[in-house]
């Protein structure tokens, strides 16, 4: 993915098609010679086994853009930002934007008036390069121009530091509105640190309704992000959409986003198309105020919704979440959507995914449905006694986790990879608890396995060198690092029941790999 792309890039860790220092190694013989060693030349254990999942942190120097002391313009502040490579950047680089300080050169974001902080325990959420920023209700002290200085801050930190095109500014769950009417929507932002702050608010502030002009009348175009249901109930993800609206009133907007919905994925590949979600509307969005404040969207939806979700084996928590998260991303205030089809308001749901949902007279949130939002993540199966990627979905949150990377090796492969002809590339009987440990030091992974891993990949030596490389190459593309050690029952071995020598590091080698197929 260009994600992890962009992370190699970011550690400069990665060196691949590197060949295995050793003499007689060459990529035919890697392939077609098990009994040639595939590892560096024995070394001392410097390293002792993991004994659970370890730090991965390392520190990195980034650019955090600020604005400049005259508030014209952003300036990038070269910063050193602990990192973690098992979990987003983005999560880390927006606490250090938001807590770093005021110099002779820059501002900080809250402009030494307001404390910015994340809101909820998951205040940064990523998933196909987009990145929502949701901060505490504290940030409403700034002025809206101010505001969306942040916005824009947040975009060209977090581009500049790895693959993410657009970045949403929530406020305690809800959308920001830039304008008195609470109706001007920025939508989604993307980098532009070369524009002057007072350029890039014009901009904004240009699209607002007139005062005293009715603003159903006034036009509106922006970036939205749209979350679409993805296949077989897995959860859902967005991707982003230049849109037009006819007017700026909520129920406009609503409409809008609906419209886009309905017109499906563009480029989403493992996302459901979606019903004609306008046309079984059986009145207009209706907006109402919540009793703690912001706004209540009720779509209300004809019967043959129902059915049309029966027929296709769509997830219905996936579509309830695929509708609160678009318009809560976008339009002004709104903390929660209503949906009733026909004569059944919706107030209970079970999802696989997602669990029990209980919405207290119909309320759907955003926070309801955060265990949904998924993220694409490459790992390599066996086909045949080669490697080929593939793609997973997994939950955003863990999209860096390497023990759910090696989870997904140990899974049986989907129909469709069987169809292929593919499988996994590690002995079948394994589980999660086989995972013993996995952890870093400097530039080199430590995976512990436990004695089942290691009887089985002896009562298969033909396994273990697609095995071996299957992990290394999944573990070392997705998390940025260049070898590994492997480990059983926290002991190096050298040998287990074929050629393949055990007891060295592994370089990260793709001599395996069938990119024609990957």
């Known amino acids: 993915m260009m994600r992890n792309a962009s992370r190699r890039a970011l550690c400069g860790l990665l060196a691949l098609c590197v060949l ?28 002792e086994a993991p004994a659970g999942d370890g730090d991965m942190t390392y520190v990195a120097s980034l650019p955090l853009y600020l604005p400049s002391r005259d508030g014209k313009r952003l300036i990038a502040r070269l910063t050193d930002v602990p990192l973690d490579h098992s979990a987003p950047a983005a999560r880390d680089l927006v606490q250090a934007l938001l807590t770093a300080p005021a110099d002779d050169s820059v501002l900080s974001l809250g402009r030494g008036e307001v404390s910015l902080q994340g809101y909820s325990t998951q205040p940064v959420e990523l998933s196909a390069g987009v990145c929502t920023v949701n901060l505490g209700s504290q940030a409403l002290a700034l002025e809206s121009s101010s505001l969306y200085a942040v916005a824009h801050a947040l975009a060209s930190t977090l581009a500049a530091a790895g693959d993410i095109r657009a970045v949403n500014l929530l406020v305690a769950d809800q959308a920001v509105s830039y304008d008195v009417a609470g109706n001007l929507p920025s939508g989604s932002v993307s980098a532009r640190p070369g524009e002057e702050l007072a350029a890039l608010w014009d901009a904004l502030d240009a699209r607002r309704t007139p005062l005293g002009q009715d603003p159903a009348t006034v036009p509106l175009s922006a970036t939205a992000t749209l979350y679409f249901p ?103 205030s709104v903390g929660a959507v209503r949906m009733i089809i026909g ?81 996994s590339p590690l002995p079948e009987g394994l589980d999660e608890t086989d995972i013993l440990g996995v952890s870093a030091e400097e530039d080199t992974l430590l995976i512990n396995l436990s004695p089942r891993f290691e009887t089985l990949l002896r009562r298969q030596p033909e396994l273990e060198q697609v095995a071996c490389y299957a992990m290394l190459v999944t573990l070392c593309e997705n998390l940025g690092y260049s070898r590994a050690r492997f480990y059983f029952t926290g002991q190096q071995r050298e040998r287990l029941g074929g050629d393949l020598y055990w007891a060295g590091e592994f370089l990260l080698n793709r001599a395996l790999i069938d990119d024609n197929r990957g």
């Not at 060459?26 to 070394?43: E, H």
Request: net charge negative; with cysteine; charged share 15%.
């Open 343 to 423: 004569s059944t308001m919706t107030t209970l749901l079970q999802s696989e995914v997602m669990g029990h949902l209980n919405f207290e007279n119909g309320l759907m949130r955003r926070r309801h449905f955060r265990d949904g939002l998924k993220e694409q993540l490459q790992v390599y199966l066996r086909s045949g006694s080669r490697l080929t990627g593939v793609t997973r979905v997994v939950n955003a949150q863990d999209a860096l986790n390497p023990r759910v990377m090696l989870t997904e090796l140990i899974r049986t492969p989907t129909a469709a990879e069987l169809d292929e002809g593919l499988a």
């Open 20 to 47: 295995l220092a050793c003499s007689a190694c060459s990529d035919s013989a890697v392939i077609d010679t098990p009994s040639v060693s595939a590892t560096l030349p024995p070394a001392a254990a410097r390293y």
């Open 230 to 332: 993805l296949e077989g109930g897995q959860g859902f993800m967005p991707e982003t959409r230049n849109l037009t609206f006819s007017g700026q009133t909520p129920q406009q907007l609503a409409l809008g986003l609906l419209s886009a919905l309905s017109a499906g994925p563009q480029y989403l590949s493992p996302a459901m198309d979606m019903p004609a979600l306008t046309e079984l509307l059986t009145r207009e969005p209706e907006v109402s105020e919540l009793p703690e404040g912001g706004r209540l969207i009720t779509l209300v939806f004809d019967e043959a919704l129902a059915q049309w979700i029966s027929e296709v084996g769509m997830e219905p928590s996936c579509l309830c979440a695929s509708l609160v998260w678009t318009l809560t991303t976008f339009i002004p």
